[in-house]
């Protein structure tokens, strides 16, 4: 079996809600699995993720508010880099 990961939308949904919503940011460090089917990710996806992923933690033991802002902000970067260097198919008339 191998690990599964998130999809980038999804981890980007996991980042605004452990940094936006604290009521969140508590269930997650309790129940990480819980949480993660809240926003939506499948339980075929969080079963398959690394067990490291899925523990239990203090919720002290979470990355700051403003550090996981520079993850998500950095993240969406990324995607904004990907959709900026795609190439669309366009029509061409000329035979």
Known sequence: MTDSVLTKKQALILL????????????????????????????????????RCIAPRKSTDLASAGALKQTRDALEKDLDQVALTMLIPHASFNQ
């Open 16 to 51: 605004q809600e452990l940094i936006s919503n604290e009521g969140f940011r508590l269930r997650f460090a309790e129940k990480p699995a819980a949480a993660l089917l809240e926003i939506g990710v499948p339980a075929e996806t969080i079963v398959n993720l690394n067990a």
